[in-house]
């Protein structure tokens, strides 16, 4: 099964192909990878999904089913990236022990220590511009794709001696950078009912010039 359950994390390298029992796109039919056009019938599901996204940093204890951990894989390694150079790698993390001490690291991911399951992105580590730019692309996909299975998810991230410490509770070799890790879970009932505020489009759309609304 995956990903295992021995306590070890799952580490997979994305850019690769990864096994384990995941199947991943290229196992598949091309016409189930690549629908012939995305139906547009009914656009207002889609936004309305978008729009529904919310950071969930409290979970009920149920473990994330391994076909939505298969989703989250499957959409890893099909995120866009800056020159399509799929830089990235991640560990899967179960283990509890593990995810109380990615939760201790300096930095803003209390919220793992209760998750059922935590992905963290490695990075090359070369580019601080395309690392952030890929980063936040990738992070925001894992979150869509946990979205889709009905999952809450929040991102972590670590500061100051947090990335050192999150590398070393991982076995991520000292060059490469880890700054984020993702909370993955169902939501609790309270967090489940949470929504955000959000400001007027007024106050944010600009239109041909800054300050022309």
Known sequence: MFPPRDGAPAHVPV???????????????????????????????????????????????????DAAVQDIVDVVRWSGSASNRQPWEVVLVRDRDTLRALAAAEGYAGHLASAPLAVALVMPGKSAEHDAFDEGRLSERIMLAAAAHGLGSSIGWFRGAGPAQAKRTLGVPPERLVRTAI???????????????????????????????
């Open 15 to 65: 850019g690769e192909g990864a096994g384990g029992g995941v199947v991943l796109p290229h196992q598949a039919k091309r016409s189930e990878r690549y629908p012939a056009r995305m139906s547009t019938a009914q656009p207002s599901v889609f936004i309305a999904f978008l729009r529904g996204l919310r950071a969930v940093r409290q979970f009920r204890p149920d473990p994330v089913p």
């Open 183 to 213: 909370s993955i879970g169902y939501p609790t009932e309270e967090a489940a009912r949470r929504g955000g505020r959000r400001k007027p489009a007024a106050e944010l759309v600009h239109l041909e010039r800054y300050g022309s609304r």
